[in-house]
């Protein structure tokens, strides 16, 4: 299991041996990713790059990685986990081939070379890689099914450049951090959010999540190895039950094999508290050390916390309570705000782009502190979205909405624009084709009624164009401080079993992941069990919103800032001097109102002086 960085590039009119300089300079970009090892290795017409986190066999999964079996000879850059490795491995060795190692890299490279590109279609776990087939003059790459490691490549001339974050390939003299009018609509009308595939910067892409592509000299090949299907669910409610109930439990022991410390991010809502409990069970029965937990809050919290309908409550009771009975060596986090807002850059710097304000920088300070007692985290992610427990699953509004239902006001959100940029962009409109494409990407079921129809758009956006920012932003923060979080609720296989349990079953009990709630039964407290949802906790500190409109009014007081031309400077100025409760619903998801959107804006006029970045 490596969790790293991946880099590299192809090109068949060049001798690629000659560029072990450049290609250095790719991969040092993500030695945050990987800071226990590097390695290199260069053929006439391929360059990979990897940084290491060790996770299992310290000595045997140095990478990139190569073998040559009956003269064909291959090589990997790999990031990520394989959960079937064992499996994979046994039926590999009644074939006749062998290991030289306990990794899932080489399980992974020899799978390729036994069963080809179809290999990715008996991978169980979290990937994205390259691997250069040095006999046959190809690349060949592929993401797993859900898209918790990132995969980002960009076609320049005769090269074709990859790499786990879009620093690597900004590294490459012939990748500029430039935008067009859709990079500007990504930042400006969907951000924080970003269409599947877009890489905002002119010319990058990203590979989707279940796809595979391959490049040779003839061209490159996208396809789709795995996709969502819509089928009627035929099993009453105790089997379903009995179904979560053992996938649930079945990847979470699966995602416990490491060779380094492992612990959990423990909120103390169902998601968390569920993963937690279960790795406690494991633990106790095979004889394991106490558990290590953690958590995070602010400073001034414990004062200023403020209940909404977002946020119904604070987390520090159920996280005590939670511990107290599992019996966990717990940690505590409190996050000063003054750090809180100086992390913003930190966290455009692990993201390569503005993101979700502090709700990132508070994630990559959070695993900051972890990583100095633990190496692999286990977290919650995913649930929200598999099972349904986003507020716009049942708020009248968000639900009939026709458009993303965590993208509110867009008509607010326009007014901060400059015209010249509405012009160009047309934010509300790009919204809404985008909004239109997913929809049209939904697998359908026939015979479905209006409401069950819409159940299934609501979770397909949640799981498709939602949850990839939380990805996104677990991955980057968490990798920035060399801490591997795993994410159980994300196993393929729960999230497809799920996708066809009808919404009478999956909100049964009448409560948001009333499904998920049933199949903890007798695993957790139930007043935990059954705590009405709660998001990851942000400040509601008002010194945070202080510093943050402190620095927005620096940046419009700034000729020099390459943020003023995109914005309306006088709404701006206006939404700074207000009061943060002039934005109390989320302009988007569940958490950022008036000091996300200012420290929004302050990310991206960081971002564009920090990158250099142009507009076409």
């Known amino acids: 299991m ?32 990987g800071p226990d090892d590097v390695g290199y290795r260069l053929f006439s017409h391929a360059a990979f790059g990897h940084r290491r986190l060790i996770v299992v066999d310290p000595a045997g999964g140095g990478q990139p990685m190569e073998r040559e079996i009956h003269g064909r000879k291959c090589c990997i850059t790999y990031n990520g986990e394989l959960y079937n490795t064992d499996e994979l491995r046994k039926e590999l060795l009644g074939m006749g081939y062998s290991f030289t190692s306990r990794s899932d890299t080489e399980v992974l490279l ?13 991978l169980n776990g979290i990937f994205a890689f390259g691997i250069w087939d040095e006999a046959g003059q190809k690349l060949f790459m592929a993401r797993d099914r859900l898209g918790v490691k990132p995969l980002f490549y960009a076609k320049r001339g005769t090269s074709f450049i990859f790499g786990s974050e879009i620093k690597a390939l900004l590294a490459h003299p012939l990748v500029n951090p430039e935008l067009d009018a859709t990079g500007l609509a990504e930042i400006f009308a969907l951000g924080p959010a970003r269409t599947p595939g877009c890489g905002v910067f002119r010319g990058i892409e990203e590979l989707k999540p279940g796809y595979a592509l391959s490049h040779d000299s003839r061209g490159t090949r996208i396809r789709q190895y795995w996709a969502l299907e819509s089928r009627v669910h035929e099993d009453d409610i105790d089997a379903t039950v009995q179904k979560v109930s053992f996938l649930i439990k079945d990847t979470v022991k699966r995602q416990l094999v490491s060779d380094v410390p492992v612990c959990t991010l423990l909120s103390g809502g169902l998601d968390s508290s569920a993963v937690t409990a279960l790795v406690s069970d494991v633990y106790a029965s095979v004889g394991q050390k106490t558990l290590s937990t953690f958590s995070v809050d602010y400073a001034g919290n414990d004062i200023y916390f403020k209940a909404s309908e977002f946020q119904p409550n604070s987390d520090s009771y ?72 986003y507020p716009w699953f049942r708020r009248p509004d968000d639900f009939s909405s026709d458009t993303f239902p965590w993208t509110r006001m867009m008509q607010m959100r326009s007014k901060i624009l400059s015209p010249e940029l509405i012009d160009s962009i047309k934010p509300e409109e790009y919204v809404k084709n985008r909004y239109r494409e997913a929809l049209d990407e939904v697998p359908r079921l026939a015979g479905e009624n209006a409401f069950d129809r819409r159940i299934r758009e609501i979770t397909y956006l949640s799981i498709t164009r939602f949850m990839p920012t939380l990805l996104d932003r677990k991955d980057r923060m968490s990798m920035y401080t060399g801490l591997e979080v795993r994410v159980p609720y994300c196993d393929h296989r729960l999230v497809q079993y799920v996708w066809n349990i009808p919404w009478q079953m999956r909100s049964c009990g009448n409560m948001e992941k009333g499904l998920l709630r049933k199949a903890m039964e007798g695993i957790l407290p139930q007043d935990v069990l059954y705590r009405k949802k709660s998001p990851y906790p942000k400040t509601h500190n008002p010194e945070y919103l202080a510093i943050v409109r402190n620095r927005m009014l620096e940046i419009l007081n700034d000729p020099a800032s390459p943020l003023l031309p995109f914005i309306n400077k006088e709404a701006v100025n206006e939404l700074a001097a207000s009061d943060a409760s002039s934005l109390d619903i989320p302009w988007f998801g569940q958490l950022m109102t008036t000091p996300q959107l200012l420290a929004y804006l302050v990310q991206t006029d960081f971002w564009m002086r920090k990158y250099g970045v142009t507009v076409a």
């Open 2 to 33: 490596i969790m790293c960085g991946i880099t590299g590039f192809i090109d068949f009119e060049d001798d690629l041996t000659q560029k072990k300089p450049l290609l250095e300079k790719m991969t040092m970009t993500l030695s945050r990713r």
């Open 110 to 122: 020899v799978s390729y070379i036994a069963w080809g590109e179809n290999c990715v279609d008996r």
């Open 318 to 389: 159920y996280v005590q309570k939670v511990s107290a009975c599992l019996h966990t060596d717990h940690h505590l986090v409190i996050i000063r705000n003054a750090d809180l807002a100086e992390a913003l850059d930190d966290a455009v710097m692990a993201r390569d782009l503005p993101g979700m304000a502090d709700v990132d920088s508070s994630l990559y300070l959070f695993c900051r502190e972890v990583k100095r007692e633990a190496t692999v985290a286990l977290s919650g992610e995913g649930a929200d979205e598999i099972f349904g427990g």
